[in-house]
T-cell receptor, first 115, second 115 residues
């Protein structure tokens, strides 16, 4: 079945460091891919998305490119800030999934940025 | 602010009891989704309603049920509660029936503690 695998956290970085959070997926068809962020005590917010191969999603300095050949959607940011501390979820939505659910989430990666 | 509202924010109850969680989707959104987030299971899709009808079912227990009303708000009913039901319950909404490219917008969640 479809699945999303994220790198285990927590990831601890100093302010202005480069961030990469790995995400790989398994899907039957051609899924859409999403990154959501959950700040402490809040719900999930859509960070960015890509709906087809080679698309690049970007928002607030974060980027991720839909790589069909490596089935990956890694999240990157050139210079993190303390305010980026949160849990990041990779998710997919597969139009060919025969199962009964639409979104499959990874386990989340906690990012902590130190001043 | 995603525009999705959930009440109550926190709920403390005892085993064997029944509770109702409420969700109001973003204005104009026709689909409502319910998710459970727990430490051991991660973020799990429970059920989706579209324009008042059940659309998709995920890992929802038989003790749990949901409905969507004509004004499109939704309620998630949890009965015969067990300690393991303690979790954060999220509601999300989307514009239409939930195609693969459709973004889901999440509410702030209801934190349920079963004692």
């Amino acid at each position: 079945g479809d699945s999303v695998t994220q790198m285990e956290g927590p990831v601890t970085l100093s302010e202005e460091a480069f961030l990469t959070i790995n995400c790989t997926y398994t899907a039957t068809g051609y899924p859409s891919l999403f990154w959501y962020v959950q700040y402490p005590g809040e719900g999930l917010q859509l960070l960015l998305k890509a709906t087809k191969a080679d698309d690049k999603g970007s928002n607030k300095g974060f980027e991720a490119t839909y790589r069909k050949e490596t089935t990956s959607f890694h999240l990157e940011k050139g210079s993190v800030q303390v305010s980026d501390s949160a849990v990041y979820f990779c998710a997919l939505s597969d139009p060919y999934t025969s199962g009964t659910y639409k979104y499959i989430f990874g386990t989340g990666t906690r990012l902590k940025v130190l001043a | 602010d995603s525009g999705v509202t959930q009440t109550p924010k926190h709920l403390i109850t005892a085993t064997g009891q029944r509770v109702t969680l409420r969700c109001s989707p973003r204005s104009g959104d026709l689909s409502v989704y319910w998710y459970q987030q727990s430490l051991d299971q991660g973020l799990q899709f429970l059920i989706q309603y579209y324009n008042g009808e059940e659309r998709a079912k995920g890992n929802i227990l038989e003790r749990f049920s949901a409905q969507q009303f004509p004004d499109l708000h939704s309620e998630l009913n949890l009965s015969s509660l067990e300690l393991g039901d303690s979790a954060l319950y999220f509601c999300a909404s989307s514009a239409t029936s939930g195609g693969a490219r459709e973004t889901q917008y999440f509410g702030p969640g209801t934190r349920l503690l079963v004692l």
